[in-house]
């Protein structure tokens, strides 16, 4: 679906063609306008414990599969955390919750959710993204996609919301640069969190993301040097909403809460209009081709990036373009069609071409 921008298009102009910044096209969401389980679909529980014993930060919950811990019901999705005692993978906790994986990853866009967070001393709720590439126990694309340990795969936390700093949400970004207590965060105070729903967005383009509640921009992220240090953000992250639990809890009164989610909404550009044939553009060569493609004019691109999607939008490889001259290895695709998308700024720059 993250190509659908590109897909409206290309059987238009067969050639690379410029387009022009439009409005953003919803390409994946989840209303929760259902009642039950979370629609299988779309949402991956991750329940595995990742050192066998527990969660990370410290957390004292299981994360469970089990529909008391994540459910919807009268239009919202409730991402419940109880104190009860549960076992599972041999070990016994005292409190439970739930952490969901989408099963869609996307590369660059806008993310809205409309949610309502839990209250009181010890809750941790978070709506935020990780690498699809990650390595990581029973996250949904790890078996398939992981090749990158955390923070490599690169971590952006959309909201957090810490119990003991009531009503204070915070963005943050975690890389190889900077991570765990990273110096790339910022946040601000907003009216009555667990009473009231609000709108936590994120817009991320190859350049920087900008972080804002209800409109309000609370941090930009746009590191002056962009590499694999600062910026693993040219390739697919996914979705996750969770409530954890921190030790701080035991010895309040806590029941039960959770964090209640109206709707998530993912946007990208839509380049269906506007699309402006570019006379100078260079095409591929050889295009068919058995090993190797070779684009030798990409000024225009040269600080953007560059993407492969086979012929089902699926993403196949990303990269930042450094210089102008482009060299492909295309000999590990299979045979068949590609498309190849130039990005920088608001220009797209998409070719067809054919892997023999």
């Given at each position: 679906?993250?190509?659908?921008?590109?897909?409206?298009?290309?059987?238009?102009?067969?050639?690379?063609?410029?387009?022009?910044?439009?409005?953003?096209?919803?390409?994946?969401?989840?209303?929760?306008?259902?009642?039950?389980?979370?629609?299988?679909?779309?949402?991956?529980?991750?329940?595995?414990?990742?050192?066998?014993?527990?969660?990370?930060?410290?957390?004292?919950?299981?994360?469970?599969?089990?529909?008391?811990?994540?459910?919807?019901?009268?239009?919202?999705?409730?991402?419940?955390?109880?104190?009860?005692?549960?076992?599972?993978?041999?070990?016994?906790?005292?409190?439970?919750?739930?952490?969901?994986?989408?099963?869609?990853?996307?590369?660059?866009?806008?993310?809205?959710?409309?949610?309502?967070?839990?209250?009181?001393?010890?809750?941790?709720?978070?709506?935020?993204?990780?690498?699809?590439?990650?390595?990581?126990?029973?996250?949904?694309?790890?078996?398939?996609?992981?090749?990158?340990?955390?923070?490599?795969?690169?971590?952006?936390?959309?909201?957090?919301?810490?119990g003991n700093n009531q009503n204070y949400i915070s963005s943050a970004i975690h890389t190889p640069s900077s991570y765990g207590g990273t110096v790339n965060v910022a946040g601000r105070y907003v009216s009555d969190v667990s009473n009231e729903f609000h709108e936590y967005t994120l817009e991320w383009d190859e350049q920087r993301m900008v972080f804002s509640v209800d409109n309000i921009v609370h941090y930009i992220y746009q590191p002056g040097t962009q590499n694999m240090e600062t910026w693993p953000f040219d390739a697919d992250q996914y979705m996750l909403f969770n409530?954890?639990?921190?030790?701080?809890?035991?010895?309040?009164?806590?029941?039960?809460?959770?964090?209640?989610?109206?709707?998530?909404?993912?946007?990208?550009?839509?380049?269906?209009?506007?699309?402006?044939?570019?006379?100078?553009?260079?095409?591929?060569?050889?295009?068919?081709?058995?090993?190797?493609?070779?684009?030798?004019?990409?000024?225009?691109?040269?600080?953007?990036?560059?993407?492969?999607?086979?012929?089902?939008?699926?993403?196949?490889?990303?990269?930042?373009?450094?210089?102008?001259?482009?060299?492909?290895?295309?000999?590990?695709?299979?045979?068949?069609?590609?498309?190849?998308?130039?990005?920088?700024?608001?220009?797209?720059?998409?070719?067809?071409?054919?892997?023999?």
């Open positions: 679906m993250k190509f659908l921008f590109a897909l409206c298009f290309i059987f238009c102009f067969t050639q690379t063609h410029h387009a022009q910044r439009s409005n953003y096209e919803l390409v994946w969401s989840d209303e929760f306008d259902y009642n039950g389980a979370v629609d299988p679909e779309k949402w991956h529980h991750q329940t595995q414990l990742p050192n066998g014993q527990s969660w990370y930060n410290g957390e004292i919950q299981h994360y469970t599969d089990r529909i008391e811990n994540a459910f919807v019901s009268e239009g919202t999705l409730k991402v419940m955390a109880k104190r009860e005692t549960y076992t599972n993978q041999g070990v016994t906790k005292d409190f439970t919750s739930a952490r969901l994986n989408s099963k869609f990853s996307f590369t660059y866009g806008k993310i809205i959710t409309k949610a309502k967070l839990p209250f009181g001393l010890g809750t941790w709720p978070a709506i935020w993204m990780l690498g699809k590439n990650i390595i990581e126990p029973g996250g949904y694309f790890s078996s398939t996609y992981g090749t990158t340990y955390w923070p490599a795969c690169g971590e952006v936390d959309i909201m957090e919301h810490w409530v954890a639990l921190l030790p701080e809890i035991i010895s309040t009164n806590f029941t039960e809460d959770a964090m209640e989610v109206d709707y998530i909404r993912i946007y990208q550009n839509n380049l269906g209009t506007g699309a402006l044939e570019d006379p100078t553009a260079k095409p591929w060569h050889p295009n068919p081709t058995l090993d190797n493609i070779t684009l030798v004019d990409a000024t225009d691109y040269v600080g953007g990036s560059a993407r492969i999607y086979a012929i089902d939008g699926t993403l196949m490889q990303s990269f930042k373009v450094s210089e102008a001259f482009i060299n492909l290895d295309m000999t590990p695709y299979s045979s068949g069609l590609y498309y190849i998308v130039l990005q920088f700024q608001q220009y797209y720059n998409t070719s067809k071409v054919i892997k023999l």
